[in-house]
Every structure is written in C-alpha cells, then in structure tokens.
Nanobody, 123 residues
C-alpha cells in the first residue's frame, strides 16, 4: 500500500506556472505507475498525465500536451507536475494517483489517491 500527499497548488494568473509535487510513503514507490488527475466543480475527474516506473514513458491529455510535464524522482519517492502557460480552464483540484502494472488514463484504473491540491488560474 502507498499513501500520497500532494502540494504546490495555489492561485496564479493566466500564463503563469506552478509545480505540483506528490510524495509517496513506503519503499516501493518505484514499482508504481504514477498519474495526475484533476476535477473541476461539477465535472468528472479527468486524466492529466501519467508516467511509467522508470520515467521512460509519459502520457498526456491533449488539453495539456506541450504545456505540462510529468516527472518522477524515485530516490525521493516524488512525482512532479510542471504546469506552464496556465489557462483559467486548468482550474481544478489536482490529484496524484498510483497503480501497478501498465500505464492507464482512466481514474477507475488507479488504486491509491492523494487528498488533492487546489489550482486556481485567474484571467
């Protein structure tokens, strides 16, 4: 089992940047696929990005491709989401999540979740 704690959210103007971090407990972090999801008020939780065990493969939602970058540091049990060129429509609670086996883009496929961190982008 793994416990996840996100940080780094906040209020930023459109065009600005934020970096989210997610720290995992335990000594098996490197055995988990890590993902970032987000949920805006009244909307379903949606996939943002995911990264494989070694970080060699990443996947992004079309809406964030070219603006967001996911990365991981297995020595620090941490996954990051660098968000650039932020838009008001990026406003949401951002969650990190973990699963074993293969990379996935559905929130239904992830087993462990953090508590979320709020990102608000003003226009």
């Amino acid at each position: 089992q793994v416990q996840l704690v996100e940080s780094g959210g906040g209020l930023v103007q459109a065009g600005g940047s934020l970096r989210l971090s997610c720290v995992a407990s335990g000594r098996t972090f490197s055995s988990y696929i890590m993902g970032w999801f987000r949920q805006a008020p009244g909307k379903e939780r949606e996939f943002v990005a995911a990264i494989t065990l070694s970080g060699g493969t990443t996947r992004y939602a079309d809406s964030v491709k070219g603006r967001f970058t996911i990365a991981r540091d297995n020595a620090k049990n941490t996954v990051y989401l660098q968000m650039n060129s932020l838009k008001p429509e990026d406003t949401a609670v951002y969650y990190c999540a973990a699963r074993r086996r293969i990379i996935a883009t559905s929130f239904l496929d992830y087993d462990y979740w953090g508590q979320g961190t709020q990102v608000t982008v003003s226009s």
